[in-house]
């Protein structure tokens, strides 16, 4: 039997396990939205901008593991979708943005809303295609998913003209895919990892440094036995958060530029440096000439070229982490470092994550830390970008995979709300807080109405500090205080979530935060809290950029608050 | 010394737009490409691609890494190393006058170059040869007036009977394919 291209298109998802699309219709894919109803298990969550569907497709893979699926009309449909494709390509998040193109016959005559998609998002994808006869849909199909999800993940666009969509052909989804280019290397070369396992056995101040590569790769469980077998401090990075539970005795929790002072400065002083499924980001590593100047480097990834791309390293090991690690774990006896770990513990009490001081006002800290034991810990927190995300990064304790999604190589303001929305669908079952800037929510907040009208049940934290704070934060230390077009004046987010029927409360006391916390979570459904805080609060510690790592500004008041000091885990 | 002039052989799939994949990438990471060429090669469906880069070891080490990365790419080396074969064909059109004339025609044996064109008032001259025959013919010739220069850019094969690039990926990190 013959089917359309928008039919094999609809098989061919649900061959690959596809249960949710995230989509905006529009001339090109009509025929595809027209072919929709027939196939219901594909559920179709309108979004109120492209944007907002490609973060909601990552939000969605992140939490899942799964390929996530966007979908978008032809020109600004596809343009639209370019900020949430290029943060899936920095954070290696596996989706498939499939976008329509105008009809053949149009193609390159600049024809009502074309764009070359395939040639913008050269750069930011891991591959893409035009597709330009039917026959070829499903071998593209498999291809774009297969790429997407195995090796370094990443976005894979599939544009489509719209008579593509229309034409008839016999539906064959192929078994395999032959790509003779691609064939990510999986294995550790076992010289490299007894090579691996001899520095790691020989060294008296080791770090481990874990990132999302551990996420993705499912290494959490050969993670923690490397680190308990050989008793090694554990640091993440910022995406790597929650690939290590936060709790645990050998956690010393993020690095970086606004990581613990501790973590950034066992990373200083270490003489191994065991860095898995990282990518030597400079927000994680700052000044490169200063970055762990005593130590080797082991550095474990899957995509060869990270290997020597910022830091020099004395043992590469290009694998699947995962595959990685039970080779080496293999060849890790039993080891103690009773001494480097008294001393990591030591600069831990010495210079602990301090919150500044007890104030009438909201603090953000707070907020956070009261999230964290509203929740138990166990919520997904989906963040902003700015001040919001490092407060959340530092002030929540991540104990299980997956539980801290937020936007790292790109720093998109903008990716909380619709990549929460992503993150719910995919685990209905967790429960799910942004935590936005009041900034950043508004880059996006329509979404609040795709939220109401799929009743998709993320509670939002708007951490609304009256100013793009970290940014003003940097002009207060670096631009003598002047604050050009960072002061924001907000909208009432209550009454404007009330607007789009998501029930809202706003916090301004201290002795509020927990309540409505409680009542948040309480309601069944959407819920935004307007958090009134501090207004020119800072995140600390604080790496300056061009600095290295061991130059760490801390907390210029020390007035520790009691919850602070209890919790540090 | 070090040379900082790197050869680089690449297989590729035959598709629209992997030219574009490659260059766009030398571009957005800020490698100097020297030279480029392109035809087809033995296997149907595959493109054979020379480049020449500059630049440090490391740098010419990531490109070709990040090359490997281009999913059309099938195998990327750096053959500089080896015992290669490079040409490269160029076109001089020079300035010849009856006086000098048969000077220049002199070089062109001299250098085992053909003359393809004659008109009243140059010459245009070919050329194979590895890229510093072609500069020193070039240094010659420029005494006439040279009137204009195509070339091609390098390509090249490794000697022997092993193929290049499409035997094993010449790497340092111990990665089998990228
Ligand atoms: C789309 C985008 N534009 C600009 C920036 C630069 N930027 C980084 S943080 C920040 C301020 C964020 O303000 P807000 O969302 O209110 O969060 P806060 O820092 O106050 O928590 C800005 C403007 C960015 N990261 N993303």
Redesign the interface.
Known sequence: MKLTGAQILCESLLKEGVDVIFGFPGGAVLPLYDTLPQYPALRHILVRHEQGAAHAADGYARVTGKVGVCLATSGPGASNLVTGIANAHLDSVPIVAITGQVARPFIGKDAFQEVDI??IT??IT??NY?VLEVESLPRVIKEAFY?ARTGRPGPVLIDIPRDVFLEQTEFHYPQKVE???????LQ??P??IKKAADVINNARKPVIISGRGVLISGAFAELKQLAEMAQIPVITTLLGISSFPESHILSYGMMGMHGMAYANMAVDACDLLIAIGMRFDDRATSKVSGFAPNARIVHIDI???E???NVRVDV???GDVKRVLVALNKLIPPAEHIDWIHQVDEWRRQHPLVVPRTSKKVLPQYVVHKLYELTKGEAIIVTGVGQNQMWAAQHYWYDKPNSFISSGGLGTMGYGLPAAMGAKVGCPDRIVWCIDGDGSFQMTLHELATIHQDQIAVKIAVINNGFLGMVRQWQQLFYGKRYVATPLTCPDFVKLADAYCVPALRVEKKEEVAPAIQQAMKHDGPFLIDFVVEPEENVYPFVAPGTALSQIIEEPRKEVTAWSQQSTP | MVPTKHTLVAL??DK??VL??MV??FR?RGFNIASIAVGSSELSGFSRVTFVVDGPL?MV??VR??L????????VSDITEENIVIRELALVKVKATSATRSEIIQIVDVFRSDIVDVAQDSLTIEVTGAEQKIESLLDLLRTFGIKEIVRTGCIAMTRGGAGTANGSTK?R??????
């Open positions: 395939t040639g050269l750069p891991k591959h035009l790429l790509i003779p280019g691609y064939k990510p290397t550790g070369h010289a490299q995509d060869p070229a290997i020597g791309k590469p090991i290009v | 590729v799939e629209p737009g574009n994949r766009s990438l957005r490391a080490e990531q890494k990040q490997g990365k281009v999913v059309d790419v099938v195998k790497g990190d111990n990665e089998q394919t990228p």
